[in-house]
């Protein structure tokens, strides 16, 4: 065991990436146990081939990058800013909004970041508001994307944890909403203090006819979150399935839009392997990893050390949102869930955690993460996107970190914000 950590950690230290740490630090363990090399191989096929609800993430990655590509996220954001664009700091409200609205169908945060993002920023330059406010808030908003379903997160950490990736997917909604509500809040304030434009309000007669023309645009647009989400809801399709009809219906909307091109393919396939081989390599070699620590039963012995040194289940949240915010701040969120959920889900259990709610935490720990150096990928998009530099955005997104570590402690301590709708729900079912 002191091999594969002390190998795993070197690489680590050695700027290795990690799939790569993974594999040849389990490799090395399983060579000096007597094992053959092709058992690494084995172990990798099984870890992705055997999981039918992985096959979800590049159907979900897919979705995102023909949305980015056929208008359909243009039309999000002019119906987001036609609904709060009287409001003081509008286009913040509306990068918020159109970012929960999107969360219902991409499932990933680079997804927001890259494509939504890059229509949010340019509006709001032409619009006079200010760099560092812009970025930080496209930024933020963009996290809201894999704790509203459907998530990519959610559906790893529920195939590495043994998790319904149904309860999941609707423990998320409410504290995604939370999420939403508390940063408009800070944009509110933030934006009265800079004093920000908004629209002029002409009369509810107009607003009105506005937000109908602009529905009417985007009604198609706007129903896409409610196929997917409503039908893994009411029970009639599974995650991978709602997948699956994701994609087919942003194809069908972005040709029926115009503006899905042949020449597009190409550029949306070449989107999605790059997406999906990246996942799926590393966890892959993840689940060699997982397989090592489960038969030198690492998780239980974890648990046990938890369970006779932590006096209650608070304090043990508590250190585990410390250590999962630390990890998120240098691990890719795949490759930390991966490899620290099968350590972590049996120690929550065994303080009587959900693992709904946990799970629900741990992503949160871990989006929080990608907006906080020295890893940060939603800070390299923003940055490639804006060409803004990358230590400019990492001092403007401080308050949006501390505002959604606030909302995360609210979260990690009032489970029933969690496990609401998916009793709720399930239970009815």
């Known amino acids: 065991m002191i091999l594969l950590l002390g190998s795993f950690f070197l690489l680590l230290i050695l700027k290795v990436p990690v799939s790569f740490s993974l594999l040849t630090s389990s490799v090395l363990y399983l060579m000096s ?34 949305m980015n590509t056929g208008g359909i996220t243009t039309r999000i954001f002019d119906f987001a800013d036609k609904v709060c664009g009287h ?15 999107f969360s219902g169908m991409s499932g990933t945060a680079i997804a927001d970041t890259g494509g939504l993002g890059a229509i949010e920023l340019k509006a709001m330059k032409d619009a006079g508001y200010d760099d560092d ?28 944890g043994g998790v319904s990736i149904g309860r999941l997917f609707i423990g998320g909604v409410v504290p995604g909403l939370i999420m939403g509500f508390s940063m408009g809040l800070f944009v509110y304030f933030q934006s009265k203090r800079r004093g920000y434009p908004k629209k002029k309000w002409v009369s509810l007669g107009n607003f009105l006819c506005e937000l109908v023309s602009s529905t009417r ?3 198609f647009a706007l129903l896409t979150p409610v196929v997917i989400i409503g039908g893994i809801f009411i029970g009639v399709i599974t995650p991978t399935e709602a997948a699956i009809l994701a994609v087919v219906y942003s194809l069908i909307l972005s040709i029926a839009y115009g503006d899905f091109k042949k020449e597009h393919f190409a550029k949306v396939l070449r989107e999605t392997v790059d997406g999906t081989v990246s996942v799926m390599f590393i ?11 489960a038969s030198e039963q690492i998780p239980q012995k974890m648990a046990d050390f938890f369970l006779t040194t932590i006096p209650n289940k608070y304090i043990a949240l508590l250190v585990i949102n410390i250590l999962l915010l630390i990890a998120g701040t240098f691990m890719e969120t795949i490759s930390a869930i991966t490899i620290l959920t099968p350590v972590l889900v049996p120690v929550a259990v065994g303080f009587g955690i959900d693992p709904v709610h946990f799970g629900i935490v741990m992503i949160l720990n871990l989006m929080i993460g990608l907006m906080t150096p020295p890893v ?13 530099p990358f230590e400019d955005i990492v001092k403007a997104i401080w308050p949006y970190i501390i505002v959604l570590t606030i909302v ?5 301590f009032v489970p029933a914000i969690v496990l609401f709708l998916p009793d709720l729900i399930f239970a009815a079912s």
Not at 87 to 101: E, M, Q
């Open 33 to 66: 146990q007597g094992m053959p090399p092709f058992m690494a191989v084995i172990r990798m096929a099984m870890g992705v081939g055997d999981s039918f609800p992985l096959m979800a993430v590049p159907f979900f990655i897919l979705a995102g990058a023909i």
């Open 87 to 101: 409001i003081t700091g509008g286009l913040g409200h509306a990068n918020i909004l159109a970012s929960i609205i």
């Open 133 to 160: 406010f812009s970025l930080a808030i496209t930024g933020a908003s963009s996290i809201i994307g894999p704790i509203i379903p459907p998530s990519v997160p959610a559906v790893v950490f529920g195939v590495v």
């Open 217 to 219: 645009k985007s009604f």
């Open 283 to 293: 966890v892959s070699c993840a689940s060699i990893f997982g397989y090592i620590l």
């Open 376 to 388: 940060g990928m939603v800070l390299y998009v923003l940055s490639g996107v804006s060409k803004v």
């Open 408 to 412: 995360l402690l609210i979260i990690t």
